[in-house]
């Protein structure tokens, strides 16, 4: 008797070996590796003038608009650096509002008339591209025909090498918009938003007495995937097409036993994970951690913080970097949030902060919060964002593979709430309530074990099931979706907070201007704040009914599903805030949620007809084969032998006729 497809899978499943990378870090090490495929400030500096230096420099650091004056010694470096390392082509990389990267590519070489070829690259191409804008969503910000569309190069985020199997890309990021400027991708917006926060957050700063120049949001993405065996994956077209099972049967054992997350890592995924590290090395990707995950066969890695512009770029090669080194080892990545029911499905933890242009934390509590004066404030400043346009932070997480996780008790509620720890309650608390609060220190943990040392005790305890948790001196936005582009919640957080630190900062001005002195005006503010926008905060579990029924009594909302999350972006409170800022007009808001329903609805409609070609091409004909067989049975029995009981295969036969 012949093997099944699956035997035949297990069987070379089986077989397989880990694949050793090119890399050999006795040779070359990690720290060698880092950033060899990144034309980034230090490789500027030995290759441009000292004037042109200067002026990108302040372009990454300040925001300020580059000199164009500049921009053809740039791109002629650009260009050297990146043929003398095998690149033949370049392409400017953005981020349509499909979720994923886009890109095209165009040759170096400029043929002459004398029949050579020269390699160019200027000023004028480096600065702008013209990819056809057509095919992209828009959300009736353009009609079909209207098909020109720009991109525009970012040089806050670094151009680097894509290594191909026959060559080398130079890829420069770069912004997407349509011939009247409107935004076409999720990197414009996110850059205006962190304009915005940067311009009203310098403003309090120097309200209370401190010189920035800029300030920047800081983003650390952990990212939560799936790896199965290529054999399997490929005999699932529900996996291949909607990138979840829509049909399957729960295992024997799943992760009833806890033994995978933090396991053994197996040699066949450590050689993946190592290589995939190896490439991020290559773009300066400041990869660190990596674990088994919850689930079997689900995994996280895990970045430091970098710039959130540069961080969302990273996170989307990442992404791409383990589509390919997956493939290369006979495996596949998953990165929908359920691709498998009954084990946990996959995030990504966004772990998020501020930063002034001198490295200063702005949401660093020090040893003392309720002494430091300065980060109560933009405490006091979050805790209102999230408390205000907590229905605007739910839009940025909603998507319909994320509806499957959220509330799940594997991943937070829709209901956005924030988690403090018990230290910073105790403080917010003694505030609202007009009294010094005493100091709460974590102190030291003894073991209890004589060889092993006492161990410092953090003040407060984790909260895994919080959508937005203080973790010490970030907030980590724990309900974004593992596929997800970060672009988008990370838009709607800054502005959010942008609108939150306007109004501190007029609120403190406006005390100032009544001759209260500082101290005495930052008091009241932020008592009056945390006061006015206390119901947010949560310490408890998120995952229980109480808390639902809570939060129902204290007018949290509470947007189940992506229907329902992206009608908010018609509120008209919602649309006077992005136009406010200028980070997105009416138009722009209006399209992002005629988008929102069209890939919802894509998205269900491509899953039905792949449950109904699976139904009818291998379930039913699977299932009419056993049942012939179990007929087969019945009549081969009776006639072999009239007293043979045919009684289990009847009911078999019934069951399955039914």
Not at 192 to 205: H, I, K
Request: aromatic content about 8%; hydrophobic content about 40%; overall charge neutral.
């Amino acid at each position: 008797m012949g093997l099944n497809a699956r035997q035949e899978a297990i069987q070379r499943i089986a077989s397989a070996q880990p694949v050793k990378s090119a890399v050999d870090y006795t040779k070359t090490t990690a720290a060698e590796l880092y950033g060899t495929n990144v034309f980034n400030l230090s490789v500027a500096k030995k290759l441009l003038s000292k004037d042109a230096y200067a002026s990108l420099l302040k372009t990454i650091e300040r925001g300020e608009k580059i000199d164009a004056a500049f921009a053809n010694e740039i791109a002629a470096a650009m260009k050297e650096w990146a043929v003398a390392r095998g690149a033949s082509h370049y392409c400017h990389w953005f981020m349509p509002m499909t979720g994923s990267t886009a890109e095209k590519h165009d040759a170096f070489l400029m043929y002459t008339a004398d029949g050579r070829a020269i390699n160019e690259f200027s000023g004028k191409v480096l600065i702008q591209g013209e990819p056809d804008a057509s095919s992209f969503p828009s959300g009736g910000l353009r009609a079909t025909f209207e098909a020109r569309g720009y991109t525009a190069w970012d040089p806050t985020s670094p151009a680097f090498l894509l290594e191909g199997l026959n060559g080398k890309t130079l890829v420069i990021p770069t912004a997407f918009c349509g011939w009247k400027g409107e935004a076409l991708d999720e990197k414009t917006p996110l850059l205006r938003a962190t304009d915005a926060l940067s311009t009203q957050a310098v403003r309090l700063l120097k309200i209370l007495g401190v010189q920035a120049t800029r300030v920047n949001t800081t983003v650390g993405p952990e990212q939560e995937y799936f790896l199965i065996d290529r054999n399997f994956y490929l005999q699932r077209p529900d996996l291949i097409n909607a990138g979840r099972s829509l049909f399957g049967a729960k295992p024997p054992k799943g992760q009833e036993m806890e033994d995978h997350y933090f396991g053994s890592i197996r040699p066949r995924i450590l050689a993946f994970m190592a290589e995939v590290e190896q490439e991020c090395y290559k773009l300066g990707i400041p990869i660190k951690t990596r674990h088994n995950e919850v689930s079997p066969a689900q995994f996280e890695v895990a970045p430091i913080f970098e710039g959130s512009n540069v961080a969302c770029d990273h996170n989307l090669m990442v992404m791409e970097t383990f589509r390919q080194v997956a493939n290369k080892h006979g495996l596949q990545c998953l990165l929908h949030e359920k691709p498998f029911a009954g084990v946990n499905g996959s995030g990504k933890h966004n772990n998020w902060s501020m930063a002034d242009d001198k490295g200063n934390n702005l949401l660093e509590p020090g040893h003392t919060p309720e002494d430091n004066a300065h980060f109560l404030v933009f405490l006091a400043v979050v805790v209102r964002a999230v408390n205000k346009w907590g229905k605007l932070l739910r839009v940025g997480i909603a998507h319909s593979g994320n509806d499957h996780r959220l509330g799940a008790n594997e991943a937070p509620p829709a209901i956005i709430s924030v988690y403090l720890g018990d230290k910073l309650a105790d403080v917010v608390d003694s505030i609202v309530k007009g009294r010094k609060g005493a100091s709460r220190s974590g102190g030291t943990l003894d073991i209890g074990v004589q060889a092993l040392p006492n161990l410092p005790r953090d003040a407060s305890d984790r909260n895994r099931t919080s959508p937005f948790a203080f973790t010490g001196n970030k907030f980590e936005f724990r309900a974004v979706g593992s596929s997800q582009n970060i672009a988008k919640p990370n838009t709607y957080l800054n502005l959010a907070v942008a609108e939150s630190l306007d109004y501190v900062a007029g609120e403190l001005e406006k005390r100032l201007g009544k001759k209260k002195n500082l101290h005495d005006a930052i008091n009241e503010v932020v008592q009056e704040v945390l006061e006015e926008n206390q119901r947010v905060i949560w310490n408890g579990d998120n995952y229980t009914k109480e808390w639902h029924q809570e939060a129902e009594k204290r007018g949290l909302p509470n947007l189940k599903n992506t229907v329902d999350a992206l009608a908010v972006l018609g509120d008209k409170d919602v649309v006077e805030l992005f136009k406010k800022y200028k980070v997105l007009t009416a138009e722009e808001v209006a399209s992002r949620q005629v988008i929102g329903y069209e890939q919802y609805c894509k998205t269900i409609n491509i899953e039905a007809l792949v449950t109904a070609t699976v139904a009818r091409q291998q379930i039913l004909p699977a299932s009419l084969h056993y049942q012939k067989q179990l007929a087969d049975t019945v009549t081969a029995t009776k006639a072999a032998s009239k007293s043979a009981s045919t009684a289990a295969a009847e009911a078999a036969l019934s069951e399955v006729g039914e």
